[in-house]
């Protein structure tokens, strides 16, 4: 599968605009026939395709670091998936990006985490019979509430 990262500038209080950003977004994928992991549905189809592990390469900015370390925490339990985050860092321009890449488990514990600030290379063991585990433990895929939502993939054949 091919993956496209989106990562928007949102306007504060224009709900409006800010859709029209990701429905461009959106857009532009489907011409390049590929999926966007920046929102949970994704991450969800992604562990129910049968995925043991997402890899997420990503550009974060320092004024979003709290958001950062949120959604990648999230994306990891409430699929029961492990998730390799790897954030840049250094500078551009104005932009700061702060680093702070990180293997999360199964459970959204963080299992290795990079510098803030600087560049590094982590090494961190996955225990996949850890994460079968924790799937038992903690059924959320297995609980999903099928009979009142559904999450449909749009092939891209059929954009």
Same mark, same amino acid.
């Not at 709290?66 to 551009?92: F, M, P, Q």
């Not at 225990?127 to 993939?153: A, C, G, M, V």
């Given at each position: ?7 928007? *500038?949102? !306007?504060?209080? /224009?709900?409006?605009?800010? &859709? $029209? =950003?990701?429905? /461009? ?9 590929? *999926? ?7 991450? @969800?189809?992604?562990? &129910? ?15 979003? =670091?709290?958001?950062? %370390? ?6 990891? &339990?409430? /699929?029961?998936?492990? $998730?390799?985050? !790897?954030? @840049? ?43 079968? =585990? ?9 609980? @999903? @509430? ?7 993939? %749009?092939? =891209? /054949?059929?954009?």
């Amino acid at each position: 599968m091919k993956i496209a990262l989106a990562q928007i *500038d949102t !306007v504060l209080g /224009n709900k409006r605009k800010n &859709l $029209l =950003k990701i429905e /461009n977004l959106c857009s532009k994928a489907a011409k390049e026939n590929v *999926d966007i992991i920046c929102f949970p549905e994704l991450a @969800r189809i992604i562990a &129910l395709k049968g995925a043991d592990i997402i890899f997420l390469p990503s550009a974060w900015h320092k004024e979003a =670091k709290d958001i950062w %370390t949120i959604n990648c925490a999230s994306r990891a &339990l409430e /699929n029961g998936i492990h $998730l390799a985050a !790897v954030n @840049r860092c250094g500078k551009e321009e104005n932009l700061h990006f702060f680093g702070g890449s990180q293997l999360i488990g199964a459970r959204g514990q963080t299992l290795k985490l990079a510098n803030y600030n600087s560049e590094e290379l982590i090494f961190c063991e996955v225990d996949f019979n850890e994460q079968s =585990k924790t799937r038992l433990e903690i059924p959320y895929l297995r609980h @999903r @509430r099928t009979d009142i939502y559904s999450i449909e993939y %749009t092939d =891209k /054949n059929e954009y």
